[in-house]
């Protein structure tokens, strides 16, 4: 059974928006802190957003005043709207909860292309 389902990505100019959306099983994403994850060629996967069930959100530095995480419970959907993509954004964009004993599978992710 698929658990989570990334898509939205593409290739963009810097500077450029995308919007991501992952589609979570309801056992995963119900009363669950949620996150997306990002893994650059050659990188360790990093967490780059997270959001409470009551919507309280967290970003890295790197990506604060750019990207915006946010959530529908009724779909059981996060999304996350990146602005002002730079280079260094690219990387293969995955969700999941946020803490490891709520995890799913890791789905298939959504690869983000910067420039130019």
């Known amino acids: 059974q698929v658990q989570l389902v990334e898509s939205g990505g593409g290739l963009v100019q810097p500077g450029g928006s995308l919007r991501l959306s992952c589609a979570a099983s309801?056992?995963?994403?119900?009363?669950?802190?949620m996150a997306w994850y990002r893994q650059a060629p050659g990188k360790q996967r990093e967490l780059v957003a997270s959001i409470t069930s009551g919507g309280t959100t967290n970003y890295i530095d790197s990506v604060k005043g750019r990207f915006t995480i946010s959530r529908d419970n009724a779909k059981t959907t996060v999304f996350l709207q990146m602005n002002s993509l730079k280079l260094e954004d690219m990387a293969v964009y995955y969700c999941n909860a946020l803490y490891v004993a709520a995890r799913g599978s890791w789905g298939q992710g959504t690869q983000v292309t910067v420039s130019s």
């Open positions: 309801r056992r995963i994403f119900s009363g669950q802190s």
